[in-house]
């Protein structure tokens, strides 16, 4: 391969050039690719993959958007249709607090009301203007009542918004998902998706970067998008990240077949193809978290370490993956085991990575207050247990 192992640089991001020439490697080179990603891994975090011990929040499946990828999402009156009642919110939490865990994770459809009546009339029994107002309220609710620390994914969110959630959680996210807005055509993943226009998802990131609030995103595989796509998508993270550094993690997230979606019938990106998506994620971004979903990769996700992963992202010991519930989350005592197996150690953070914290704890609060308990020495969660 024209770019080797010893032509990148420690510690310096690689080009766009050489990130097109790697994503689109050989089969026969892909090893000294893996190499140079898990060396680079081993230089930002080195001997250990950390995960975020979880509850899953849908809030609301019910959205104005229809990515064609999308099994979470409902109509008004679908089976399933729901909207979690505040009891509902702080039992799954209280739940998970005796289990451990340490972020709720609240996922909801974006902005519903815009689109059905009957989540006007459901936000107007339940006291609140619009689904923001009451996500808001679940996430002090969670933060006052329990040891828990909100990360809400809400969709697109104004200056005003990033700024509200902030005060109730000490990170949030929103997947970029890709650059390409091609996919926003007819028959594409993202028709009759309009809070899926890439503009308006980076125009989310700056905006939270600008208040420096520690934040999530990363890009879908195999959703359409060619490897110039997933490279330039990379790119624009890491741009948003060169100007704010406010970018904490890095999700690659891989497309999986689900029955009764608009694209059932479409491949599946390959295990190659993932592989090189993180190793490439890993090399332009260097000592940035990079995570990939175990439960989305099984029973092969151990091969995402070797690509250079340092994350799993929260994984639940309590509640489904709404969003791939046919994907379970492998056991904890499976996952730690496997991840030791490749030579790290499994620790437990919060939502919110150690090296963000200072960010904010800068503000008192009840925010920084229930940060600092949660947090140990290093940043990760202070352990009530073993891991
Ligand atoms: S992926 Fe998100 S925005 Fe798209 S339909 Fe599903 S819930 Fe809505």
Redesign the pocket.
């Known amino acids: 391969m024209d770019v080797t192992v010893t032509s990148i640089a420690p510690a310096a991001p690689i080009s766009r050039g050489d990130a097109l020439h790697l994503i689109g490697c050989s089969d026969e080179d892909l090893p000294e690719l893996l190499a140079a990603a898990r060396a680079a891994k081993e230089r930002f975090k080195p001997g250990a993959i950390t995960y975020s011990r979880k509850v899953f929040l849908p809030l609301t499946n019910l959205?104005r958007?229809?990515?064609g990828y999308?099994t979470?999402?409902r109509d008004p009156g679908d089976p399933g249709a729901h909207t979690m009642t505040p009891d509902e919110v702080l039992s799954v939490a209280r739940a998970g607090e005796k289990l451990g865990c340490t972020e709720a994770l609240f996922s909801l459809?974006?902005k519903p009301e815009l689109l059905f009546p009957e989540m006007r009339e459901t936000l107007r029994h339940l006291g609140y203007k619009s689904t923001l107002h009451y996500l808001e309220a679940m996430c002090e609710l969670v933060l006052r009542g329990t040891s828990l620390l909100p990360h809400p994914n809400p969709?697109l969110l104004s200056a005003e918004w990033i700024a509200r959630l902030a005060a109730v959680s000490p990170s949030m996210g929103l997947m970029l998902e890709t650059t390409n807005a091609a996919l926003l055509a007819p028959g594409a993943a993202h028709d009759n998706?309009p809070?899926?226009v890439p503009a308006k998802r980076l125009r989310t990131i700056e905006d939270a970067g600008k208040q420096n609030v520690p934040f999530t995103t990363g890009l879908l595989i195999g959703i359409g998008e060619s490897l110039e796509d997933r490279v330039d998508t990379l790119l624009a993270i890491r741009d948003m990240n060169d100007r704010y550094g406010h970018i904490q993690e890095v999700i690659v997230q891989n497309f999986r077949v689900k029955p009764a979606i608009p694209m059932a019938n479409w491949p599946e990106p390959t295990r190659g193809e993932m592989l090189r998506a993180v190793a490439v994620a890993r090399l332009l971004l260097p000592n940035v978290n990079i995570q990939a979903p175990p439960n989305l990769s099984a029973p092969y996700y151990d091969d995402l370490m070797d690509a250079g992963i340092n994350d799993w992202g929260g994984v639940s010991p309590l509640t489904p993956d709404f969003i791939n519930p046919e994907k379970p989350w492998p056991h904890l005592e499976q996952l730690r085991l496997r991840t030791e197996a490749k030579g790290f150690t499994l620790q437990q953070r919060l939502p919110v990575y150690p090296e963000f914290i200072p960010a904010v704890t800068a503000k008192p609060g009840l925010l920084s207050d229930k940060l600092q308990a949660a947090a140990d020495d290093r940043g990760l969660a202070r352990m009530k247990r073993a891991a």
Do not use: M
Request: with cysteine; hydrophobic share 15%.
């Open positions: 959205c958007d229809y990515c999308c979470f999402r459809g974006d969709g998706a809070d899926k």
